[in-house]
Structures are given as C-alpha cells and as structure tokens.
C-alpha cells in the first residue's frame, strides 16, 4: 500500500465546520489514503511496518511469514531489489543487510555454531579476518587461513571434520588473486559445506560465482552495486541447493524441529534451508536490518551497474597499462595485465573485464607513496572502493596498519603499495593526475 499525503483534501477540512477529531489525532491520521498509483521506479517504503488489511492477515503472517508486517522482517522495497540481486547472480534468493560486514556475519552465523570451524582464505578484506578470528573465535567458532589459495590441496588439508564452511573473494584485495571458484568449490562439496564467495569486486556483472559451483555468495553494496558511494549496504545470495540428505547432519539447526516448535526450516524450505534460515532466525534476531531507503539506493545503483562496471574496467586496464610502462613503478597487480601470475584463471572467471581495484607499487616507498597521495588533485585520498569517483589508499598505513610488515608481504601490501578504485571519470583526466602524483613521487627519492 503506498501512502501519500493528500494536501487537498487537508486544505478542505480547515473550512469544514463538522465536528473534528483532535489536532493531535490528525496530525498523525490526515490525508492518508491508499493510491492506486503504480510508480515507475520501485517507491520506498519508508514505514516501520503495515497494517493488516484483515483480521485473518495477522494470524496468517504470524503463522507462516504471508505478507508484510513489520520491516525488519520484510518489506517490498528492499524486496524488490534482493529479487533483483538474486536474478543477476544467477540464485534462488537474496537477504539483503545493514552492510557487507552484517551480510559475513549473517552468512556465516546461519551455518557455524560453537565448536565449529571455518577455512578462509588469507587473501580476504580486514574486516571479514576480524570477524572470524577475533569475533567468531571468541564465541568458540575457530579459523584457519589459506595462504597459497590457487592450491586446491592447501584448502583440502586445511578441512578439519568441524569446518562448516569455505570463505574466499572472487577477486581480493591486495594482489587481485582470481580465486579457481569450480576447483575450491569441489573440495567444499567433497566435504558437504559451502564455498562461500565475496563478489564485491567483480560484482555480478563481471562474475557470477555460483554459475561456477560456489553455493553462497556475499556482497558489501556500499561498493559497486550502490555505486555512488551514499549508502552503507550488504547482501547474501544462496544457491537455493542446500542438500538435505547429504549435509543436513552437519547443520542440525536447518534440519532439526524449530527449536521454538513447529517443523524444520529445511522441511519448509527445502534447498533453500540456508537462507531462510539466515531471513527468519539469524537477521531479525541480530538485527542487521537495512534501511528502505538504502535498499531504493542500492536498487537505483544496480540499474547502471552494467555501464559502470564495464567503463570502470577498461580505464582500470588503460590505467594498469600505462603505470607499468613508469620508471617510478616497480609493480602493478592487476588481473588484466599479462604480468599476471594466473592469466589463465582471470581469462576464465573474467572474460568481460578485471574490475576497477587493483594496487601498484612505487619504488621510493612509504615517502613516495605519501608524496604521491600528496600530490593528488582529481583522485580522493579515502577508504573506500567501487565509487564513480576515483580513489587512493596506502594500505600499508590504513587498513593493514595492524598487520606485522610479513604478514602484509604475504598479502601483497608493501610501504609504496597504493590501492585505486578507479572511478568513471575521463581516463585522460586520471592520468594526468597520476602522473602528477608520480612526479611527486619521483622528487619525493622515488
Ligand atoms: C567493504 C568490503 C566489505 C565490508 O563491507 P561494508 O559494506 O563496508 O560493511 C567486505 N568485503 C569486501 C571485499 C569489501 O570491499
């Protein structure tokens, strides 16, 4: 029911002499009305909950989820657009959350309980480390890393009979490693628990991990997806493949009578168990719920993904290319480049393009890389990725600013590594900036 405020039929009651409700219950309950208008561009549903029209629709919601009551269980704006993502990742449905981070922590408290284990990959965004092995390893859910993820053996003798899921990025962040999506998703499968990929920064348009073999697959929105960069978002796509008979013992909660009563969400479910478990049982209890509002911007941002995406990629490559020609250089670690030390894997997972992130790093070092930054005109300094403007970090002294100088080695994080996301500008214009920050970085010892 969309809700508009009627200003005429306000105007015309001024006048009335009949008799009148109070201010106060008229402020709240005056020139509403249901229109029957049907709005080009999905309305937002701005409204903490709705009204049942029946009697009947209340005990019916209660009963086995029918309608809509309440937003943080759901609501038809962020409907719409978890309908959409789950269409262009090619999955059975999508739950979308207050961020990126919520959407691991949702994911993978859908799947793990104390005692349980997890394999992610060493190569992973900051915040999902935190998440396994500071948050999770404190409610006893433990974490082991994979340092060579290329090497489906590493992963295999890193499974122990407690690990419930594995976690990679399909492309990641520092080094622009392509994760082998079908070779890892294999071992997964060998041991019934899910491969469960982020696609931040391949985005659907570029890959679609589950057409590959992952079963789940987490987005932060507040990159590509949302795309401008005005929106904190995240969401989990499931297969919809959950297979009871073979990895229902290794999730009782998914297969065992609700612990509140009623039957089993996998025997309501079925293949999609995971999800609607993540929906019913783990969002709304930990209250990760995303703003209507959000969910309209995000849902706005996907409409141009395709166009910014594809634009964002070929400066990335242009703009790859030419830092590696520089004398100021050393290094660039992009997917598109020859250079690459899986060209087959990036050939494979990324046929359309590699993304807008990757990293370069200069010869001077951290003052080089500090010179650089300085110099910047065009590009804003910021820790962020997937914005239609283009951005810089130096990792090294910001996100992995808590890592041992080895441990950032292995991730591919040096002092002069610095991190571009690049955005939809003229990439005539982006070089010219760059090339101001390398003459900076040139005076700087470089
Ligand atoms: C930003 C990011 C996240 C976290 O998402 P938020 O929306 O910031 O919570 C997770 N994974 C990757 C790859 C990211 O870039």
């Known amino acids: 029911m969309t809700v508009i405020l009627d200003s005429t039929s306000v105007g ?6 009949a008799p009148r409700q109070g201010f106060s219950t008229r402020q709240v309950h005056a020139g509403v009305r249901a229109a029957a208008a049907t709005p080009r561009t999905t309305p937002i549903y701005l ?7 029946e009697y009947d629709a209340a005990e ?25 993502i789950a269409e262009l ?42 998440l396994l092995a500071d948050n999770l390893g404190r409610f006893g859910v433990s974490s082991d ?24 990025e399909s492309l990641s962040n520092a080094r ?43 987005h932060s929105a507040s990159k590509f997806l949302a795309g401008q960069g005005a929106v904190i978002g995240g969401v989990i796509v499931d297969d919809g493949r959950f297979d009871i008979d073979r990895s229902g013992s290794l999730f009782p909660h998914l297969v065992e009578r609700h612990r509140l009563g009623g039957p089993s969400v996998a025997e309501r479910a079925a293949g999609r168990a995971r999800i609607a478990y993540a929906r019913e049982t783990v969002a709304p209890r930990f209250g990760s719920t ?36 520089r004398d100021e250089v050393e290094s660039v670690d992009y997917a598109g480049l020859a250079s690459h030390p899986r060209p087959d894997l990036a050939e494979r ?3 359309d393009g590699h993304g807008a992130v990757f990293t370069f790093t200069l010869r001077g070092g951290a003052a080089a890389a500090r010179a650089f930054v300085e110099a910047l005109q065009l590009l804003t300094h910021m820790t962020h990725i997937g914005d239609v403007r283009s951005l810089v970090l130096h990792p090294a002294s910001t996100s992995h600013v808590n890592r041992t100088p080895a441990e950032r080695l292995e991730v591919g994080v040096r002092p002069g590594t610095l991190r571009l996301s690049v955005g939809i500008e003229d990439a005539a214009d982006l070089r010219e900036d760059l090339a101001r920050g390398l003459a900076a970085a040139r005076e700087a010892g470089a």
């Open 60 to 84: 019916a919601h209660f009963r086995d989820g029918a309608g809509y009551a309440y937003t943080r269980i759901a609501n038809p704006t962020i409907d719409t657009v978890e309908s959409r």
């Open 145 to 168: 890393f994979v340092t060579d993820i290329g090497d489906p053996d590493a992963w295999r003798a890193a499974i122990r009979p407690q690990t419930r899921a594995l976690v990679a």
């Open 12 to 17: 015309e009651r001024a006048h009335d002499t």
């Open 349 to 351: 997972y990324l046929p």
């Open 290 to 325: 995303l703003s209507p509002f959000n969910a309209f911007l995000i849902g706005q941002g996907i409409e141009t993904l395709s166009l910014r995406v594809g634009r964002q990629s070929d400066s990335a490559l242009l703009i790859a290319r030419w830092l590696e020609g």
């Open 176 to 218: 622009n490693d392509v994760l082998d999506i079908a070779a890892i998703a294999e071992v997964a499968h060998e041991h019934g628990i899910p491969l469960v990929v982020d696609n931040t920064m391949a985005t659907p348009y570029l890959l679609r991990p589950l057409e590959h073999g992952a079963d789940i697959v987490i």
């Open 47 to 53: 409204t903490a909950g709705f009204s049942f029209d």
């Open 89 to 130: 990742e090619g999955g059975a449905e999508a739950l979308l959350v207050a961020s990126g981070q919520a959407a691991l922590a949702v994911a993978l408290l859908s799947l793990v309980s104390a005692g349980g284990h997890v394999v992610a990959s060493t190569h992973i965004y900051e915040g999902t480390r935190g």
